[in-house]
Every structure is written in C-alpha cells, then in structure tokens.
C-alpha cells in the first residue's frame, strides 16, 4: 500500500468508539500521522505531547490509549493537551510495533529542521521529510508551553531524559519521568533539536517490551495533564545531569556481531550481554568485544568538530576491546539493525553532579 505522507488526521477529544476497545485496535484504526485534541481547563494554552516517531517504540502510544480511555469526562487536565502520533504505519506493519520505519525507509527523527529543509525533495525519500515538516507544523500551530517527546529504547534499560539547554522547567519536566537528564548537543536531523520556543525534552521510557516502560510514559502524562504552572514545578527528587554524550558508531563496510566468546569474527563483536551496561555503565579496563586485525579503525566516535576520538575511550588489549576510562552507557543494544542504522550505543566518560 502507498503511503501519503502528505495526510494528517484530526480528533478533537476523542469518543470511547474512535478509541475502540484496546491500544492494538486504536492503532490499527488510523490511516496516518495523527493528531488528537483534547480541551483543558485553560483553553489559551497547549501542552504537545508526540510519541511513536519510531514504529517500535510503543510506550508513549500505549500510555496516551490509557490516559485517553480512563480520564474521567468532566475531569479536564489544566490546559489543552495535543497528542501527535507520528509513524502509524511502520508501528501497523507486522509483527505490530517491531518496525523502525517503513520498508528499511528514512528514520523520520533525523528529517526535521535544517536537514529536512536542505533535501532536494527529488528522490525516493521525499515523503519522511515532508512528513517530518507536517508534525513540526502541527506543534508551531499551537504555540506550546513545553514540548515533550516519548521513545523507548531497542533493548532493556534504565529511564533517561534528553534535552538541548538545562532550565528549570526542562528539569522539572525530567522529573516527572526520571531521574537522570542528558544534555545533548548532537545535530542529527532530530525533533528536539528544533526550537518551539518553549521547554522541550525527550523520555527514552525504558525497553520497548517492558511494561514498566509503559507506566513511566503514562504516569509522566498524568502528572503534565495535572501540572496548573509549567513555569514552575517542585521537583520531589534529585536530577542527575549528565553533559555531551557521543555515538558509537561503526565504520563504513566494517562488520558488527554479537557472540558471548570470540568468535573470529570480521570487524567487531560486541559481547551478548553489552545491553546490561546500560544499567551501571562499563569500568576502566573492563573488555566489551573484540575485534579483527583492523583494531579500533572498525569504530568511529566523532565529537563535537567531528574528530574521531575512540582512541580517547576505548584500546584494544590483544584483539579485545576495553575500555579506556570508567564510562556511562545508554541505549545499548544487540538489536543489529538498530545498531548499524543508528549507533551502537552513546557514552560519556563521566558524571556532574546533581541539582
């Protein structure tokens, strides 16, 4: 089936019949891209929620279909709330919810802003960036107060939030979700990077299988729909801030696999269970893989002016790849495709403090 990227949908809050019975028929009912309105007690102000910019990231969905179904009718959140469900029709491919994108196509999370403006609209992949531009609109028409993004990870892993300027408001946002904020400063094309003018941040809410990934998202959605002042939010617990993490990435035409022993394999292997760094990072010294004759040359890790710096963070002990300083990990994952169209997994050397 063809998709139109150029469709967006509209409801305007939302009867029991247009959110059927449960989240897989809802899903299953939009055609595309769609938006839902739901009017608050302020009706001059929005919050925008989006969610399932990637088709196997289901928490947000899931929550919003659950704050959706049960919020009493007369009970109006604070203000109006919009909802914006991005990739219906990667997340309706089956198996529902294991497709990235559509067809191996375009990731619709690196087509927004400048790099959605710089592309020639001529080839096959016009319509993820002309998609792209259609959700950015539909948070400009609004004229937000805060913005928040919500994702999940391919594999298993603590709750983290992301942003690209720390406020109080972007902390206290955090703290709704997590206790851990990432400032980011990476240009991939990304939704957060965009600036609405108002606090934005992105929840990685957990695994895409895990069921406490879905109560983070939904309760996240209760406590911005109940929040009365976004200006000011009493954080209950500490946010960790963690500065610049970079990418993993591997180089062009260098092979990747996962094995629990050395294999002898081509390029680089990481170890079956590196998705567990996720959880306490990696120390000093401590091995994550191995790799061919080609060394660390099989890895890039580019910062900020786009110099490799993996020699920085990681050396090879033989054939074995170790880490060259106790390290932060997050988003790891033995998700292969995952890996090689995105990055194997981010990394900072370490932690600043709390506020």
């Given amino acids: 089936m063809e998709i139109d990227y150029s469709e967006i949908n509209f409801l305007n809050n939302p009867t029991w019949q247009d959110l059927h019975a449960d989240y897989v028929q809802f899903l299953l009912s939009m055609t595309g891209l769609t938006v839902i309105d739901i009017t608050g007690k302020d009706t001059q102000k929005y919050r925008v929620i989006t969610t399932l910019l990637q088709g196997n990231e289901p928490s947000g969905l899931i929550a919003l279909h659950r704050w959706l179904i049960t919020k009493k009718e007369k009970q109006l959140p604070q203000t109006n709330l919009r909802f914006i469900i991005c990739s219906v029709e990667a997340a309706s491919t089956t198996p529902l919810f294991t497709h990235r994108t559509t067809n191996g196509s375009k990731d619709i999370n690196r087509c927004f802003g400048n790099v959605g403006q710089r592309h020639s609209f001529q080839d096959d992949q016009q319509g993820y960036y002309e998609r792209a531009q259609l959700i950015e609109q539909a948070i400009r028409d609004v004229n ?8 999940n990870a391919s594999s298993a892993g603590p709750t983290f939030s992301v942003c690209s300027s720390i406020t109080t408001e972007t902390l ?5 979700f997590c206790q851990t904020l990432i400032l980011s400063d990476l240009t ?3 939704l957060m990077e965009q600036d609405f003018n108002c606090p934005f941040i992105t929840i990685e809410c957990g695994g895409s299988l895990d069921e406490q990934a879905h109560e983070v998202a939904y309760a996240g959605i209760c406590q911005i729909a109940d929040c009365e002042n976004i200006g000011y939010i009493h954080q209950e617990k500490n946010v960790e801030i963690i500065y610049r993490p970079l990418r993993l990435q591997v180089s062009n035409d260098a092979n ?5 022993h050395d294999k002898g394999y081509s390029g680089v292997t990481l170890k079956n269970g590196i998705e567990f760094l996720n959880f306490g990072g990696a120390h000093q010294d401590e091995m994550i893989g191995w790799t061919d004759g080609n060394g660390l040359s099989n890895l890039k890790l580019l910062n900020e002016k786009g110099l490799n710096v993996i020699d920085e963070y990681f050396y090879n002990r033989d054939n074995q790849l170790v880490c060259k ?8 994952t033995t998700n292969k495709k995952v890996a090689l169209n995105d990055c194997l997994f981010y990394v900072v050397k370490h932690v600043i403090n709390e506020f």
């Fill in 144 to 151: 937000p107060e805060m913005v928040i993004d919500l994702h």
């Fill in 172 to 176: 206290s946002l955090a703290s709704f």
């Fill in 188 to 190: 991939l094309g990304a």
């Fill in 256 to 260: 990747l696999s996962y094995a629990e």
């Fill in 325 to 332: 300083q106790n390290l932060r990990i997050f988003k790891a």
